[in-house]
């Protein structure tokens, strides 16, 4: 049997988990004070996810570049697939918030969408 202590990122609190693995089956998760501390312990430990944040360049933009990120989390070892596909990416302004830049990005079904309202230059 091995443990894990993690910091808990599922609420404000910052709880100090310790989890107990037998192989990769997570044995129990203790520290948490609410039912998202569980949660996240068990995931973090079979299947880590995050949230993918970067920007990409605009055309005719009011500003050069936009703020995007992941729809959802994504697997963890996709990240790096994920930074790679948006390098080199474009949009056209105008772009709203919301609006998906590029969809299912590193093949995880996940959309990257635009986080920031952009204009027209000529708006």
């Known amino acids: 049997m091995t443990k894990r202590e993690l910091v808990c990122i599922g609420c404000p609190m910052g709880c100090m988990l310790e989890v107990e693995m ?8 203790k520290g948490n004070t609410c039912k998202r501390g ?3 312990g068990k995931k973090e430990c079979t299947n880590p996810t995050r949230i993918v944040t970067s920007s990409v360049k605009v055309e005719n933009g009011e500003v050069d570049m936009l703020p995007v990120k992941t729809e959802q989390d994504i697997p963890k070892d996709k990240i790096f697939d994920c930074v790679k596909q948006l390098k080199g990416v474009k949009v056209k302004a105008p772009v709203n918030i919301g609006d ?3 969809k299912n990005i590193a093949n995880t ?10 204009d027209s230059k000529n708006q």
Do not use: M, P
Request: net charge negative; glycine share 8%; charged share 30%.
């Open 109 to 118: 079904g996940i959309n990257i969408i635009a986080t920031r309202k952009i």
């Open 38 to 40: 569980e949660e996240y």
């Open 22 to 29: 037998e192989g990769k089956e997570v044995i129990s998760v």
């Open 100 to 102: 998906i830049v590029l």
